[in-house]
C-alpha cells in the first residue's frame, strides 16, 4: 500500500529524521508533537537554566500549545481535530500533570472524544513536559 510522509511548513520542526505525519489509505498517523513554537527552540511555559535543566515548567501552556501543533500537522494534512479516532499521551509526571492535562483535554474533545491512552515517561527527547502521538482519518 503506498504511504505519502507529510512534513508541515506550519508546524514546528521535527527534532529527528521523521516526517511529522503519514498518510495510508484513508488513516494519517502523526508522529510524536510536542508543544515547541515554530521557528525556535522555545517552549511555552518552561524555564531552563544555563546548561538546558528544567528549573519549571507550567503543564496548562504545554497543553495548549501541544494541542495546537496537533491541529496545524492535522490541518495541513488534509484532516481536521474531529477526525481523530486514538490519541497517545506522553507526560514526564503523572501525578502532577494529569489532572490538569485532563481538564484541558476534556476542553478541547467535548465533541469528538477518540480513543486515549496516557503514559508517564521518564524523559522526552527535548525539555517538554507533553508529547501527542495520534492516528486520524482523511
Not at 13 to 20: D, F, I, S
Amino acid at each position: 500500500m503506498k504511504t505519502t510522509k507529510i512534513i508541515s511548513k506550519k508546524a514546528p520542526a521535527p527534532v529527528g529524521a521523521y516526517p511529522h505525519a503519514r498518510r495510508t489509505g484513508n488513516l494519517l498517523f502523526l508522529s510524536g508533537i510536542g508543544p515547541r513554537v515554530k521557528g525556535s527552540s522555545k517552549i511555552p511555559g518552561v524555564e531552563l537554566d544555563s546548561i538546558g535543566n528544567i528549573i519549571s515548567y507550567n503543564i496548562e501552556e504545554q497543553c495548549h500549545s501541544v494541542f495546537k501543533n496537533v491541529r496545524t500537522v492535522l490541518e495541513e494534512a488534509g484532516s481536521c481535530w474531529e477526525n481523530l479516532v486514538d490519541v497517545t499521551v506522553f507526560l514526564t509526571n503523572i501525578k502532577k500533570d494529569f489532572k490538569t492535562y485532563n481538564r484541558i483535554y476534556a476542553e478541547y474533545f467535548k465533541d469528538n472524544q477518540p480513543c486515549r491512552t496516557t503514559v508517564e515517561v521518564n524523559r522526552l527527547p527535548t525539555p517538554i513536559a507533553i508529547e501527542l502521538k495520534c492516528v486520524a482519518v482523511v
